[in-house]
C-alpha cells in the first residue's frame, strides 16, 4: 500500500482485508436492523469497504469508511456537499484510487490490480455521471450498443436489440435515433442509465443523477430508478440529494459528512428519529 | 508575333473570299475542272469544330468538264497548313461507275499535288480524300485553291468555298481578340494596369501557369495524409504516460515549429544531397511539407484531444473500456470533428507555403509565375499566381467559418441542456482556442 501513496501523503496503517465468510457473518449481525432488505445467514455481501482512506495531496476526504451492500440492496448517500459522497463513489469503480483500505467486489478485492483486471471489474460495476456523459457523437442507441459491442464483444443485432429493449424500458424507444444534443437533459440521463444498464453490471452506482437537471425533468429519472430498483433486482448505491427518492425507495440510508460515515439505517429511522446530531441538523436544513 | 500573323490571316482570308465573290459575278471561260466543294472532317474532341494545328481529313470535289481529261491536280491551303505525312484516297464517279484511281501525291509545304498514273475521263466527278492533313494553328477561314493538269497545260482551280477551322487554342484567340480591343488598349496605356493587370498576359498566363499551380496542390494533397498520421502520432506521444516519448513529441514539435520552413528546405535540398542521398525534388518537397505541417497538427490534434472534456473518458472507463478503445472510439472521433476547421486552417497555411519550395527549383506556381515575369517584363504573372492562390484557399476558408458554425450550434444543442455541461463545453474549446492560438 505505501507504494502507491503520493509521498506527501500521510502514511494511513489499515488491517488487512478480513476473510470472506468472517465478513460475511460480522456484515449479517452488524447491518440487522440497518436496511429493509432481506438477506439471509451465510450470505456474502456484494460490495464490502473496509477502512476505506481516500486523501487528495495533503487532505484526507475519506476518512475510515466502513460499508456493507448486500446484494439487491438499494442504498441511498445522503451527506453534505464536500462529504466525500462522490469520491467514495468512484473508489469503488476505481475511477479514483484508494490510498488505503479494501473494497471487495464479491469478495474479490479490487485495489491493486492491473489495468486489464481494471477494465474487466469496471464492466460488472455501472455508473451513472450527474453530467451524463453520453458520448456526443452517438445516437441514443449507439451510446447503449457501445459497450456492449466494444467490451461484451457482443455482435451488433444481440446490441442493437439488448439496446432498444432498454431504450424502451426508460420510455426512449422513440430517440434512439437521437443524437444527445436533440434530448433534453432529462432524456439524456435516461439513455445514461440505459446504457449502464445494458452492461447488466452487479452494481450500479449513481452520482447524484438528478442535480444537474431541470426541476421538471427529475420526476422521469427517478421512476426510472424507482422501477430499476423495485422490479429488477439490481444492487443500486445512488449518492442523491432527493429526500422523497431516499424514503421510498432506499432500504438503507447512509449520511456521510466530512469523510465519515456518521450515521446508516433505515429511512424512516434516519429522516424521523436520527440519532447523530449532525444529521439531524442536515436534514433538518434540507426539508 | 503570333496573334499578328492571325490578324493578316483574316485579311488575307477576307480578301480571298472577295476575290471568290467577283468570280461568281463574273464567271471565267470556261473551265476544264469545276471545283464543286471542299470539306474538311470535324476533329474537335466531342464538337463538330475543325480545329487548326490537329491532323484532320480534307476532301476536295471537282467535275471533269465534257471534252477534257485531267491528269494531275494541285491543292493549295493558306501558309501554315501542312500535308506531312499525307495519305491520300483518289475516286473518279462516271454517273453510276466507280473507280478507284491509284496515283502519286506529292506534298510540298501548304500545298499537295496529285498524279494520277490515269487520266481522269470527262465527265467523271473526281473525289479527292487527304488525311493526316492539318489547317493553319491560328483557325480561320481556310480557302481551298489550286491548279490542274489538262491536256499537258496548267490551269488555275476555282477557288473552293472557305472551310471554317477553329484556333488551335481558345487561349491564343482570347489573346487575338483582346489585341484588338480598343479598350484593352486604352486599359493598357495606363501604367498600373498595364503593369499589373494586363489582359493578354493575364489570359496566357493562366494557362502557362497551370503546371506550377497543379503541383502545388499535388504536393500538398500528396503531403497532408503523411502529415496527419505523423500528426497524430506525436500528439500521442505527446500525452503518453510516458516521459521519454513525451520528450520526443516535444522536440520533434517544437524543433520544426520554432525553425522556419524555409530553413527546413534548405536543410532537406541541400543537406541530402550531400550525404549522396538523391531524392526527386517534387518527392522531397511532399517529404518537407508533410513533416512541417506534422508539427503543427500534433499541436492541433493534441489540443483537441486534451478538449475533450474528462466525463467522456470516465464513462468510456465504466463501460469497461481499455485505453486504445477510448481512443478510437470516443476521443478521436470526437476530436476529429472538433479540429475540422483548425486542421483546414493548416491545409491552407501548407498550401501556401509550398511556394518556399520555389526557392529550391521544384516547379510549383511561383516558379512558374517568376519565369514569366522575367521573360515579360510584367507582373500580371504574379497577380495570376495570386488568383490561382485564392481559387483554392477563399472557398477553404468559407469551408471553415461554416463548420465552425455548425460546431458552434451543435455544441448548442436543440433541447434544454443542464448549465453546468455548457460551462464544461465552453471551457473546453476555450481551452482548445488558447492551445491553438500559441501555435
Ligand atoms: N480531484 C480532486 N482533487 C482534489 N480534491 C478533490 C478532488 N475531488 C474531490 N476533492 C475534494 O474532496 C472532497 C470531497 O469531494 P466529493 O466530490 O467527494 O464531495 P461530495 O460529497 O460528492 O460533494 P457534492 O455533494 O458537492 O458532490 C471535497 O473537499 C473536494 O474538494
Ligand atoms: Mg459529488
Known amino acids: 500500500m505505501p507504494a502507491k501513496l503520493r509521498h506527501r501523503a500521510p502514511v494511513i496503517e489499515v488491517p488487512p482485508a478480513l476473510p470472506a465468510d468472517e465478513a460475511a457473518s460480522i456484515a449479517y449481525e452488524a447491518d440487522q436492523g440497518l436496511t429493509s432488505h432481506h438477506f439471509t445467514p451465510g450470505e456474502h455481501p456484494i460490495v464490502r469497504i473496509e477502512h476505506l482512506n481516500k486523501s487528495f495531496d495533503d487532505t484526507l476526504v475519506l476518512k475510515d469508511v466502513n460499508l456493507n451492500v448486500w446484494p439487491g440492496e438499494v442504498v441511498v448517500v445522503l451527506g453534505p456537499s464536500g462529504s466525500g459522497k462522490s469520491t467514495m463513489l468512484r473508489c469503488i469503480n476505481l475511477l479514483e484510487t484508494p490510498s488505503a483500505g479494501h473494497i471487495l467486489i464479491e469478495d474479490d478485492e479490487i485495489t491493486n490490480k492491473s489495468a486489464a483486471e481494471v477494465n474487466k471489474l469496471r464492466r460488472d460495476v455501472g455508473m451513472v455521471f450527474q453530467q451524463f456523459n453520453l458520448f456526443p457523437h452517438l445516437t441514443a442507441k449507439e451510446n447503449v450498443m457501445i459497450g456492449q459491442t466494444k467490451v461484451l464483444k457482443k455482435d451488433k443485432a444481440e446490441a442493437e436489440a439488448e439496446a432498444l429493449k432498454q431504450l424502451a424500458a426508460v420510455g426512449l424507444a422513440d430517440r434512439a435515433d437521437f443524437k444527445p444534443a436533440q434530448l433534453s437533459g432529462g432524456q439524456q440521463q435516461r439513455v445514461a442509465i440505459a446504457r449502464a444498464v445494458a452492461m447488466h453490471p452487479n452494481v450500479l452506482l449513481f452520482d447524484e443523477p438528478t442535480s444537474a437537471l431541470d426541476p421538471e425533468l427529475v420526476r422521469g429519472v427517478l421512476d426510472v430508478m424507482r422501477d430499476l430498483a423495485e422490479n429488477s433486482g439490481m444492487t443500486m448505491i445512488v449518492v442523491t440529494h432527493e429526500m422523497g427518492f431516499a424514503r421510498d425507495v432506499a432500504d438503507r440510508v447512509v449520511f456521510m459528512e466530512d469523510g465519515v460515515v456518521v450515521e446508516q439505517g433505515l429511512p424512516e429511522k434516519v429522516f424521523d428519529h436520527p440519532e447523530n446530531p449532525r444529521t439531524a441538523e442536515f436534514l433538518g436544513s434540507i426539508n | ?439
Open chain 2, 1 to 439: 508575333m503570333q496573334h499578328r500573323r492571325g490578324a493578316l490571316l483574316v485579311a488575307l482570308a477576307l480578301a480571298l473570299t472577295g476575290v471568290f465573290a467577283t468570280t461568281l459575278a463574273a464567271p471565267r471561260p470556261a473551265q476544264a475542272l469545276t471545283t464543286e466543294k471542299a470539306t474538311a472532317r470535324p476533329n474537335e474532341d466531342g464538337g463538330d469544330g475543325v480545329i487548326g494545328g490537329m491532323d484532320t481529313r480534307l476532301t476536295w470535289e471537282g467535275t471533269v468538264e465534257p471534252g477534257e481529261e485531267v491528269t494531275s491536280v494541285t491543292l493549295t491551303l493558306p501558309e501554315g497548313s501542312t500535308f506531312d505525312g499525307s495519305t491520300t484516297r483518289i475516286t473518279a464517279l462516271e454517273g453510276l461507275k466507280r473507280m478507284d484511281v491509284t496515283g502519286e501525291a506529292v506534298p510540298a509545304g501548304s500545298s499537295i499535288t496529285v498524279n494520277f498514273d490515269q487520266a481522269i475521263p470527262e465527265g467523271s466527278l473526281l473525289r479527292l480524300e487527304i488525311t493526316n492533313m492539318q489547317f493553319p494553328s491560328e483557325g480561320g477561314e481556310c480557302v481551298v485553291s489550286g491548279s490542274y493538269v489538262s491536256a499537258g497545260a496548267e490551269h488555275e482551280l476555282a477557288d473552293s468555298k472557305p472551310i471554317e477551322t477553329i484556333a488551335n487554342t481558345p487561349l491564343q484567340s482570347i489573346v487575338n481578340w483582346l489585341d484588338d480591343q480598343p479598350w484593352v488598349e486604352a486599359w493598357n496605356s495606363n501604367q498600373f494596369l498595364g503593369m499589373f493587370l494586363k489582359p493578354q498576359l493575364l489570359v496566357t498566363s493562366f494557362s502557362s501557369l497551370a503546371p506550377g499551380w497543379i503541383l502545388c496542390l499535388g504536393i500538398v494533397v500528396a503531403a497532408y495524409p503523411f502529415a496527419i498520421a505523423l500528426g497524430l502520432l506525436f500528439a500521442m506521444l505527446k500525452i503518453s504516460k510516458w516521459r521519454i516519448l513525451r520528450a520526443i513529441a516535444v522536440v520533434y514539435i517544437n524543433v520544426l515549429r520554432g525553425t522556419p520552413l524555409f530553413l527546413q528546405i534548405y536543410i532537406m535540398f541541400f543537406g541530402l544531397p550531400m550525404l549522396n542521398i538523391n531524392i526527386d525534388n517534387n518527392l522531397l518537397g511532399i517529404i518537407v511539407m508533410a513533416i512541417n505541417s506534422s508539427a503543427y497538427l500534433a499541436e492541433i490534434f493534441r489540443a483537441g484531444i486534451q478538449s475533450i472534456p474528462q466525463g467522456q473518458y470516465e464513462a468510456a472507463s465504466s463501460l469497461g473500456m481499455n485505453y486504445v478503445q477510448t481512443m478510437f472510439t470516443i476521443i478521436l472521433p470526437q476530436t476529429v470533428r472538433r479540429v475540422i476547421p483548425t486542421v483546414t486552417s493548416d491545409f491552407i497555411t501548407a498550401f501556401k507555403d509550398t511556394s518556399l519550395l520555389s526557392s529550391v527549383g521544384v516547379m510549383e506556381l511561383m516558379m512558374f509565375s517568376k519565369n514569366l515575369t522575367t521573360v515579360t517584363g510584367n507582373i500580371t504573372p504574379y497577380v495570376a499566381a495570386g488568383i490561382f492562390y485564392l481559387i483554392v484557399t477563399l472557398p477553404l476558408i468559407k469551408v471553415v467559418g461554416i463548420v465552425e458554425e455548425n460546431i458552434a450550434r451543435s455544441e448548442r444543442g436543440s433541447g434544454p441542456r443542464p448549465k453546468r455541461r455548457a460551462d464544461v463545453a465552453d471551457s473546453a474549446a476555450a481551452q482548445m482556442k488558447e492551445a491553438t492560438d500559441a501555435c
